[in-house]
C-alpha cells in the first residue's frame, strides 16, 4: 500500500538554526499537509498546500515557517530560526484531492537544544 | 466547529468488539465525521469517515445516528495491534484542516 514518507526520523538542532523536513507524499496526491505534535500535547494543524500555494494555515504558521514542493515528489516544511518550544513530532500528510481522507507519514521528531 | 466528545480511555478484550462512541451534537448537516487512529510513536492512521449512513470497510465499521449527533467506531474483533488512541474528528465544510481532540485511548487485553 502506497505510503507517506518523512526524513530524518529525528533532527536534533541548535536554537536559532535553521531545519528542512522533508516528505514524499503518495504519488498520485494532490493535496499535502504539515502538523505538528508536541509531546504529550494534541495533533495541531499547521498547513494546507495545493497548487503550488499555501491554502489555509494556522496561527501557529507563522514567518518562521514556510513550506515548498521543490520538484514532484518533495513537499518540505523550513524553520528558518527554531525556537526552544519548536521541538515537537511533525507530521506529513496527503490526500488525493480536497476532501478525501489524509493519510500521515510517522513523523519527524525535531529536538530543538 | 463542530466539537466532539469522547470518553478517555476504554478496554477491550482481545477478540471482542470494540465499540468507540463519540458524541458531536453541532455538527451540521454537511460535515463529515472522521475515525483516526494514532499507535505509540507513529503518525495518525486513517480508518474510515462517512456523512449519514453507516459505512464499513476492512478495518471497521461507522455508525452514525439518525440524528448525526453521534457515532460509534465499531471494530470486530480487536487484537492486541488495535492498543491505540482514537480520534473522532468531524472535519468543517470547506476546509481540510482535522482538529484533533484528546482521543479515547483504547487497551486491548490478552
Known amino acids: 500500500e502506497p505510503e507517506v514518507t518523512q526524513t530524518p526520523s529525528h533532527q536534533v538542532t541548535q536554537m536559532g538554526q535553521e531545519v528542512i523536513l522533508r516528505c514524499v507524499p503518495i504519488?498520485?496526491?494532490?493535496?499535502f499537509y504539515w502538523y505538528r505534535q508536541i509531546l504529550g500535547q494534541k495533533v495541531e494543524f499547521l498547513v494546507s498546500f495545493y497548487n503550488n500555494e499555501i491554502s489555509e494555515k494556522s496561527e501557529i504558521f507563522d514567518d518562521q515557517f514556510s513550506v515548498e514542493r521543490p520538484d514532484g515528489s518533495n513537499f518540505t516544511l523550513k524553520i528558518r530560526s527554531t525556537k526552544l518550544e519548536d521541538s515537537a513530532m511533525y507530521f506529513c500528510?496527503?490526500?488525493?484531492?480536497?476532501?478525501?481522507?489524509?493519510?500521515f507519514g510517522d513523523g519527524t521528531r525535531l529536538s530543538i537544544l | 466547529d463542530a466539537k466532539t466528545t469522547q470518553p478517555p480511555s476504554m478496554d477491550c478484550a482481545e477478540g471482542r468488539a470494540a465499540n468507540l462512541p463519540c458524541n458531536h451534537s453541532?455538527?451540521?448537516?454537511?460535515?463529515?465525521v472522521y475515525w483516526y487512529r494514532q499507535i505509540h510513536s507513529q503518525g495518525p492512521q486513517y480508518i474510515i469517515h462517512g456523512l449519514k449512513n453507516n459505512e464499513t470497510n476492512e478495518m471497521a465499521s461507522l455508525i452514525i445516528t439518525e440524528d448525526r449527533k453521534s457515532s460509534t467506531l465499531i471494530l470486530p474483533h480487536a487484537t492486541l495491534r488495535d492498543t491505540a488512541v482514537y480520534y473522532c474528528?468531524?472535519?468543517?465544510?470547506?476546509?481540510?484542516?482535522?482538529?484533533f481532540g484528546t482521543g479515547t485511548r483504547l487497551q486491548v487485553f490478552p
Open positions: 500528510a496527503s490526500s488525493s484531492r480536497g476532501g478525501q481522507p489524509q493519510h
Open positions: 504519488s498520485n496526491h494532490l493535496y
Open positions: 453541532t455538527i451540521s448537516g454537511n460535515e463529515y
Open positions: 474528528i468531524v472535519r468543517v465544510h470547506n476546509t481540510d484542516k482535522l482538529i
